[in-house]
């Protein structure tokens, strides 16, 4: 609790002392960011301290993160000057309201997900081991760049920005690394609630703009936004409870279970009948929650299926490893947040730049360079998209003013060139020395999306973008530019059809490429690869099917807009952008959802697993919050602005009491009992009411289609499509921490299980992190030690270890050269009989400690005497022993 009470106060004074700067810069935006203040100031405060230190003007340690954040309290009082005091004053006394509801909303969010990960808090399995090292290694590293904790001698070859902030927080917070490694987890789904909420906020209350004072309903309306982005899945595990009730099996004349409808869906786990009927899936190993990351699956020319990450918002804090994806969100929402006050006239101004005058103010150039080069930093496939956006928000400004004209194309190219290189510059020494595994872009031939795979995965996001881009296309025929749309639509998929085509043609003809590209794509000997796959495509085009109506949909609402502006100039949605800005958000979610149906980016996997999963999640983020503005202003055209304030808390209710009902009685046996012996559909209670409830559903869309209120009619649809994302929420929770724990159960410490099942290697951990810097080795695992408890010692220690895991390393440096025979030395280490042999490795590395535990002794057949006779024992317990070495010993 003092732990989560000590991140809680200081990340709001750091919001508090970067407030000046966010008023100051985003003063378009009704909001005036005050819900972006404290990942603002999180991303000043760390790129100085980071900068500083790699410059060796700062040390790594806590002084030199109070320096940094002396200088952004300075840079907020120099904007404190010439009564903008008083101006800010007067704005927080007018804004109450808002203030207090943001404040709310954030304590709540970084309180229940710090509560989630209470019940559920073990650094162990996927990535979280190799997060804890990065963060443990920043600690400990004297200076930037910090230490690789997997690879000694060399330097974190990562984008690592994130794992700076989170032990710059973890340093002036006191906690320990192992407590904030989960308070990271609550406090940045926190902040995605508070950024999610402040961009909606903005946006509903723009398209109030001719009122003088925002409506009751935006501040309740605007909780869509994060409650869409962080809460509602895919629907996955609405098929989930399908599939465990036994709905569409049936008993073939052999008394076998079949069903072609899970066949037709194919998705892992669910193609088999169920083992009994419930309402609650059962797995074997209990492991429901993350089959829902894997809907998508890739198939190579000859039928061979491959797997495809497809995780969600949800689904990522749950799971909760801190990875890249999870680190930049909330600077995400920074950047879009960013072009939303760029759309909205925020940048306006003039800066010279050498011989040139741009119409732009330098301090929003500056946060954007900032922002970007931020991202690309902490995750570098999200640079170039949030680019794109800005870019293209400053320059609908440009043509809002000026006209259209073929400058605003080279305004366009200017801008990703003035504001992407500046950003990579304003984080070089990161670059200079950033080794990617990137290959190249290779064509999607064999590879695309199934349209049954497509809207399982964004359903409950497309029914309300294609929901309000019908009833704009319908209400507004004033506004339709049909056949520009549709040859505009046309012309993007024939290019990327060609582009991807031409690039596999060649793929086939070059002799260098032919065999690795066929391999990688599956094709069969004797059949032509791209008349093949083009066959496949027109067998499942579902996913062309459904983009291509979006884009025609969305382009059709963009230049119908543009087209109702040059014939009449005052009734084209009058100064007010916020609707432009939601189609470009749209779109942007589109084409990173198209563009991997035609090229993915190469990496060491050869497939688009990485590309997909990059490109849909951030298409998630983009599309939750472009729908959230879509439905509310479907209810609101409907003339049912309040229905949301009124089923809003209701469902949070209703999945609240779900939820509180599964965690206390899932695991109790009476309820195991009912549970696995309700039977067959409709031999239960719960059949009839779950039935009931679509019943009533279906009855209220057909009632509001037969009353010709069609966007009612919508609006229903789009919230039973919600409604079905909220299951997998409900389920997986409980699935994934067991249900609600005891209080003395609860705690944030993610060694805990380390702890109890090791507990003599965890007290040789917090020996070496008493101890001075230096190289350690430990077992090596002979298949490369990725997702296991190898290279434990140093992940929770912060020592850098001569290799940990091998698969990891090869992937951050593209290859194994820089290993060379690192995994043969450790071996040859602990097994020789010979001291000289073992010292030459010893030296040869540089090691001070060499750690002997359990895993060492299964892993190699050990001669400890060697050790024993001319080393320091420094540590010693039953089953863990330190050895300390010094060079020329």
Known sequence: MTSFINWYVFILILGLINLPLTWR??????????????????????????????????????????????????LNLLILRGGRAQELWAWIKANQRLILTTETLFLVA???????????PAIIGTEKPMEMA???????????????PWLSGYAISYYYFGYVLAAMLIRVSGVDAAIGYNLMSALWFALMALGAYG???????????????????????????????????????????????????????AGQSVSSFWQWINLKE?????????????????????????????????????????????????????????????????????????????????????????????????????????????????????????????????????????????????????????AILLYFPF????????????????????????????????????????????????????????????????FLFVFSWGLAFVGTKLPNLNELFLGLQGATPGINPLWQAFVNRLKAPGTWITLFLLCFLALNALLGKHQARAEQPESADGDNPTYTFVLFMLILGLLLTLAPEFVYLRDNFGTRMNTIFKFYFQAWILWSLAGSYMLIQLLRSSGKAKLLEKLFPGIMLLLGVIAIYLG???????????????????????DYIVLGIFALGIIWFILELVSRRWKMALAVMCICGIVMGLVYPVVALWNKTGGIPSADQLTLDGTQYYKLVWPDQMQAVEWLKQAPLGVMVEAVADTGGSYTTYASVSTFSGMPTVLGWIGHEAQWRGGYLEMGSRQNDIRTLYRTHDWQEAKEILDKYQISYVYVGDLELRTYPMDESKFQEHLQLV???????????AAGQ
């Open 664 to 686: 206390l009685y899932r695991d109790d046996p009476t309820f195991q009992r009912i549970n696995q012996n309700l039977g067959a559909l409709g031999t239960s209670p719960l």
């Open 25 to 74: 810069l985003f003063k378009s935006l009704p909001s005036r960011g005050y819900a972006l203040s404290r990942p603002l100031g999180l991303l000043l405060w760390g790129y100085l301290f980071w900068l500083l230190t790699s410059l060796q003007l700062l040390h790594n340690d806590l002084a030199g993160q109070l320096v940094a954040l002396g200088l952004v309290l300075v």
């Open 110 to 120: 970084f309180g229940l997900w710090a509560l989630v990960r209470a019940a559920n």
């Open 270 to 422: 669910l193609t088999t009948p169920p083992p009994s009927y419930s309402w609650f899936p059962l797995r074997i190993g209990g492991v429901q929650w993350w089959g829902a990351s894997r809907v998508l699956q890739d198939f190579t020319l000859s039928g061979a299926p491959l797997e495809v990450i497809d995780e969600f918002p949800f689904f990522t804090y749950l799971l909760s490893d801190l990875h890249p994806h999870l680190l930049a969100m909330p600077f995400v929402l920074l950047a879009i947040s960013q072009a939303l006050n760029a759309i909205r006239g925020g940048w306006e101004g003039e800066t010279r730049i050498l011989r040139w005058t741009v119409p732009w103010a330098l301090p929003e150039l500056v946060l954007a360079v900032l922002t970007l080069g931020g991202l690309a930093f902490m995750n570098t496939w999200d640079f170039p998209f949030y680019l794109l956006l800005i870019a293209a928000a400053l320059v609908y400004r440009q043509y809002r003013r000026y006209g259209w004209s073929g400058r605003r194309v080279g305004e366009f190219f200017m801008l990703c060139f003035g504001l992407g290189i500046p």
């Open 199 to 253: 961009i909606l906020f903005d946006l509903l209350a723009e398209s109030q703009h001719r009122k003088t004072r925002i409506p009751g309903w935006v501040y309740t309306a605007s909780l869509l936004a994060p409650f869409m982005l962080l809460i509602v899945s895919n629907w996955h595990g609405f098929l989930d409870i399908m599939h465990a009730r036994g709905l569409f099996w049936s008993q073939d004349a």
């Open 134 to 148: 990065f963060i443990n290694a920043i600690l400990r590293s004297p200076t930037f760049p910090p230490n690789d």
């Open 875 to 885: 540590f010693d317990s039953p089953s863990a022993r330190i050895y300390a070495y």
């Open 431 to 494: 670059f200079v020395s950033f080794s990617s595994q990137a290959g190249g872009i290779l064509p999607s031939l064999a590879f695309f999306t199934q349209g049954h795979y497509f809207w399982i995965m964004f359903g409950p996001l497309l029914l309300p973008l294609f929901a309000g881009l019908l009833a704009h296309f319908f209400a507004r025929p004033q506004e339709r530019a049909v056949k520009p749309a549709f040859f505009m639509t046309l012309g993007l998929f024939l």
